[in-house]
């Protein structure tokens, strides 16, 4: 494929007219950030590079054509951030959000129509470590404070580029996708995200170096994700997919699936597990009791992971699937890609807002691909629904409720 690759700095320059074009912030002023990671491969792969550039370039003429009668949000400033190791972008964040608080914006009295003061618009262009670390800052900021809350929910929006590998947490799975947020009609929501913490020992002394040996940004909760949060198979899956495209660039989820079926067990054997399961009331509505592979709670239904693995096919937010054989694995692996694993008896299906997992032995959790390891004298752990903070944008066509409430 010939052209020319998208760098951050195109980026910069093609988004502009995008941005102007969109009447989410009519009347007000509207300064960029772009939180870029150069070596994300929708940056560095040439094909995806050249791709995005293409779809980039076409909007940004489309949109060139419309503001000729007006610009319809006013661009004060694009600012490019390029992260340069793990942890980079909860900098930025921290940064921005002081810059906010120092210049007197106030996240009061600022809903549709306000031009009251001026509005961040974060853009993550990676992976979606990128955007673990740029929405984790923000929530945990919001949730420290009062005064920030607002700050967030009202002022800051977050748009996620689907430049990573899987790309299960961005706005979008493609780039043309992620842009019909700014140039097709569409609304500001709020997004939840899942807590997760656990209410046994921290870990100290032989059982913290264990630990340590995970490389976590945070050893101690309380843990986010933005997606899916889960234990199990699937976590070490994710653990080594990390570690491999530490070493080598690529997609490796699938060969990591095809060899977690035959070594997982090896290294945490499945035992029995009680998981209690809570409706949005605090009512339990399950328990199961038995040995797992895995269990997970999403954001919403309808939710992927794994490079588009089909988990959450439906609109029911917990999943769980039993133990099984390593004939019976080998043959079920690919109903979680398509999501047909959701008419097997082995696998447990709930609308839910909360679980509770007690267990006495080591596990793997992982939030958005942010892995940790669990002891059993850390349990009981907990998942659970957040209320929405997140400012994210939502095309009007959505086809389904994805843990965002409109505003």
């Not at 320059?13 to 009347?27: D, F, M």
């Not at 009251?116 to 984790?136: F, M, N, P």
């Amino acid at each position: 494929m010939k052209g020319i690759l998208l760098s951050p700095e195109l980026l910069v320059q093609n988004i502009k007219p995008v941005i102007e074009s969109c009447n989410l912030w009519q009347g007000k002023s509207l300064k960029v950030i772009i939180i870029a990671n150069p070596t994300a491969g929708g940056f560095t792969q040439k094909k995806k590079s050249i791709a995005n550039e293409l779809v980039l370039q076409a909007a940004a003429e489309k949109a060139a054509e419309s503001i000729k009668s007006g610009v319809k949000t006013t661009v004060s400033e694009i600012v490019l951030r390029k992260t340069e190791h793990a942890g980079h972008g909860i900098q930025f964040v921290t940064e921005l959000l002081k810059e906010a608080a120092g210049s007197g914006v106030s996240g009061e009295n600022s809903g549709a129509g306000d031009s009251s003061g001026g509005d961040y618009l974060i853009i993550t262009a990676g992976g979606d470590g990128t955007h673990l670390e740029v929405q984790t800052t923000l929530l945990k900021a919001a949730f420290a404070d009062a005064a920030t809350k607002q700050l967030v929910t009202n002022k800051i929006t977050v748009l996620r580029l689907p430049f990573g590998t899987g790309n299960d947490g961005s706005d979008g799975r493609e780039f043309a996708d992620t842009l019909r947020r700014l140039t097709e009609p569409s609304h500001f929501a709020l997004q939840k995200a899942v807590k997760v913490w656990y209410e046994g020992e921290h870990p100290n002394g032989e059982s913290k170096r264990k630990v340590d040996t995970y490389d976590s940004l945070d050893v101690l909760p309380p843990w986010y994700a933005f997606n899916i949060a889960s234990i199990g198979i699937d976590a070490f899956i994710t653990y080594m997919t990390n570690r491999t495209k530490g070493v080598m660039p690529g997609d490796f989820y699938q060969m990591w699936v095809d060899l977690a079926c035959v070594f997982y067990g090896t290294k945490f054997p499945s035992k029995p597990m009680k998981i209690t399961v809570y409706d949005k009331n605090g009512e339990i509505i399950d328990t199961v009791q038995s040995a797992v592979e895995f269990c997970l709670l999403g954001v919403s239904g309808h939710r992927t992971y794994g490079s588009n693995h089909k988990i959450l096919p439906t609109d029911e937010t917990f999943c769980t699937v039993k133990k099984m054989g390593l004939i019976k694995k080998l043959i079920q692996k690919n109903t979680f890609t398509d999501g047909t694993h959701a008419g097997k008896p082995t696998t447990v299906l709930r609308t839910a807002s909360k679980i509770r997992v007690d267990y006495n032995q080591d596990i793997l959790v992982q939030m958005d691909g942010e892995v940790h390891l669990l002891q059993p004298a850390q349990y009981p752990l907990f998942m659970e629904h957040t209320e929405p903070v997140i400012r994210i944008i939502e095309c009007n066509d959505a086809p389904y409720y994805k843990g965002a409430d409109a505003i």
